[in-house]
């Protein structure tokens, strides 16, 4: 078993994922994986970095898929005895313009923005070792989707008490009330991607919360982030900050010293704590 230190980037062939394990490939004293679902992509973007003289690995990894997350898990298992910084990056959105029904949309963004990112916790956390860093990449599109919820589920979604099962339950009455077309009267915005973010920012403030009661001696930090608006084909051209300016606070939470106390069940943008 090897003991170098070990990093996974989830959804990381490309935008933002790529450029957090580019600069984690200059900055991290271990292994760095690069994940993807399609392998040929995968390997391309790793042949991309080698070009750069950096040296990532690569493992599958589609998040939508239990198995492919469970083979990484036993790799990482079974190779390293556990790993030291998860990055969750995968993620989807669909285009502002796209024809799909909003009943869809919900489902499918949901499925890999929120279920997807916590099935990879669910797997890959018990294996984060002592010192770990955990950061889920969420979007300040959160906060404004969180502002246009019903006073009632703002208060739920605030809750220093929720508990997973309790997000859970709401993730997916969102997408059932989309199914029957009543969304709106029953108190979530009009954005599916907005949700799901909601979604994964609460859910790090609860897993964050967990670590404190059941790890609490293992100094493992654990916090949300914002990337920025960012120039990647779901933002597009428009977006004001290149993937490297995305990648730099989502790496500098994965790269927090091993003495740090924090941040910790944090969302954060630009490096900053923003109130949740």
């Known amino acids: 078993m090897s003991s170098v230190p ?37 390997q391309e973007a790793v042949a991309k970095l080698q070009e750069e003289g950096l040296r990532a690995l690569f493992h599958q990894l589609d998040i939508d898929d239990l198995q492919s997350i469970r083979a990484l898990r036993d790799f990482l298992k079974e190779k390293y005895g556990g790993l030291n910084v998860l990055v969750n990056n995968a ?55 969180l502002g246009g919820c019903s006073r009632e589920l703002q208060q739920k979604f605030r809750s220093d008490t929720i508990t997973e099962d309790e997000l859970v339950e709401l993730m997916t009455k969102f997408v059932e009330d989309t199914k029957k077309g009543m969304h709106e009267k029953e108190g979530w915005p009009n954005t599916a991607y907005g949700v799901s973010k909601i979604g994964v920012t609460v859910l790090s403030r609860i897993q964050a919360r967990m670590l404190n009661e059941k790890r609490k001696g293992d100094h493992i930090l654990l916090n949300a982030c914002c990337p920025g608006w960012v120039r990647t084909d779901m933002a597009g051209p428009k977006a004001t900050k290149s993937p490297d300016e995305g990648a730099e606070t989502p790496v500098y939470l994965a790269l927090l010293p091993s003495d740090a106390d924090g941040p910790h069940g944090q969302f954060l943008s630009n490096k900053t704590v923003r109130t949740w």
């Open 91 to 145: 993620g989807i959105a669909f285009k502002v313009h796209d024809t799909t029904p909003f009943a869809v949309q919900a489902e499918v963004t949901l499925k890999t923005n929120f279920f997807g990112t916590r099935n990879v916790c669910t797997e890959l956390l018990p294996l984060v070792k002592p010192c770990g860093r955990v950061v889920n990449v969420s979007s300040m599109v959160s906060s404004s989707a």
């Open 6 to 42: 070990v990093a996974v980037v989830t959804g990381s062939n490309k935008g933002i994922g790529f450029a957090i394990v580019r600069a984690l490939c200059k900055q991290f004293p271990g292994d760095v994986y690069l994940t993807a679902r399609d392998p040929g992509r995968g």
